[in-house]
Each structure stands twice: as C-alpha cells, then as structure tokens.
C-alpha cells in the first residue's frame, strides 16, 4: 500500500499571508508512460463533505480561486494557499490514486493567526 | 447538477449488519465507477470500497475485506454498501463518490452528504 504523510499537521497563518502543506508518499506517483502524477488534494470544512481542488498534482479543479495551487513531482508535493483567506479555513487532505487501496494523507488544519 | 444522497445509517450492535445506499442523479450513472469513503468522528478520511460502471469489479480496503460488499444498480442510479460483522471501528460518516469522468481516474470529484453509522452497544 502507499503510504501518504502529510505535514504539519497543523499551520496557523496571517490572513493574506501564505499557507503551504506537504505531503510525501512512499512511492512514486509518477506513472511515465503519461508523464502524470497520481494527486489530488481535498479541503473539508467542518461538518462538510470534501471537495475537490486539485487532481494530477497541479490541475486546479473548475470554480476552484486561483490563489490555491498544486505542485511537486514523484513522491513530494505541495498545496500552496498564495494569500490566505477567512474562507480557507479547513482541513486540507492529499490523496493517491496511482493504485488500490486508495489512500489519503493524514490531513492539515489550517487556521487563521 | 450531480446530486449523491446517502441513506441508511443507524446505530447498530457490534456484530450487526446494515445497508448502505447512495441515490444518484444529475447524471448518466452507468457511465462512472463509484466509491465509498468513511470518516470516523474527528479522524481522517478512508477510502472503503469501489465498483466499476458495470458492476464487474469490486475492490475493497483491507480493513473491511471479506464483511463490507458493494453493489450498484444501475436501473436504479443506487450505489449500495452491505456491512456485515460490524466492529465498533467501523463507526464513521460514510461518504458515497463520483470519479471526474468515465475514463477510471479514481479521485473524487463528487461527494454526497455522508450517513453516519455508529456500532456501539
């Protein structure tokens, strides 16, 4: 199984300022015949389901802000939130889908300084 | 709109048994491959289960393997989950989802409300 670490568990941020969470897997989520990265990235506010905002690492989902942004290749990657804003305010999860089981990182609660 | 709508938790014994159900619309259901995915109160997220569009392959997480089956009716637009031998662990929000398109890239774009299952005694 791929295991899926995300840190910090926890990131308090200044309203504007920049957020950014990891999250490492135990294998390589590159699949290079289509030079793809086997990503995706949710935020879940309280007593919400999940939503998606970025999948192949980096592709941002429609309607999602710009200031959310994917990157990162193999096993490392990043959610980066350019300007934080109240709204941002959640619980932010990787997710692999490079194999079964299916597996998600352990979460990041982001809140406001 | 895609619409998933949960049904079917209760409070149940540990050893119990209960059915899960996800109605559909908003879209052509037989077109996708669904999943289950669980949240445990306070906890992170599991996936559980998926079926492909046609009902043909089924796969399962280690930790419900050989007691959870899943199911879907596609005349129905129902995407179903069978927990049996239910373990007090198995308590959770469970969440039925939608891939993004019928192609089999297994992340989630669509996600229903969630029903809340409790094992306890």
């Known amino acids: 199984d791929i295991v899926m670490t995300q840190s910090p568990d926890s990131l308090s941020v200044s309203l504007g300022e920049r957020a950014a969470i990891n999250c490492k897997s135990s294998q390589s989520l590159l699949y290079t015949p289509n030079n793809k990265n086997y990503l995706a990235w949710y935020q879940q506010k309280p007593g919400q389901p999940p939503k998606l905002l970025i999948y192949w690492a980096s592709t941002r989902e429609s309607g999602v802000p710009d200031r959310f942004s994917g990157s990162g290749s193999g096993t490392d990657f990043t959610l980066t939130i350019s300007s934080l804003q109240a709204e941002d305010v959640a619980v932010y999860y990787c997710?692999?889908?490079?194999?079964?089981?299916?597996?998600f990182g352990g979460g990041t609660k982001v809140e406001i300084k | 709109e895609v619409q998933l709508v949960e049904s079917g938790g209760v409070v149940v014994q540990p050893g119990g048994s209960l059915r899960l159900s996800c109605a559909a619309s908003g879209f052509t259901f037989d077109d996708y491959s669904m999943h289950w995915v669980r949240q445990a109160p306070g906890k992170g997220l599991e996936w559980v289960s998926l079926i492909y569009w046609d009902g043909r392959s089924t796969y399962y997480a280690d930790s419900v393997k050989g007691r959870f089956t899943i199911s879907r009716d596609n005349t129905r637009n129902s995407l179903y989950l069978q927990m049996n031998s239910l373990k007090t662990e198995d308590s959770a929000i469970y969440y039925c989802?939608?891939?993004?398109?019928?192609?089999?890239?297994?992340?989630?774009?669509?996600w229903g409300q969630g029903t809340l299952v409790t094992v306890s005694s």
């Open positions: 997710q692999q889908y490079y194999s079964t089981p299916l597996t």
């Open positions: 989802a939608r891939e993004p398109s019928n192609i089999g890239y297994q992340y989630f774009h669509s």
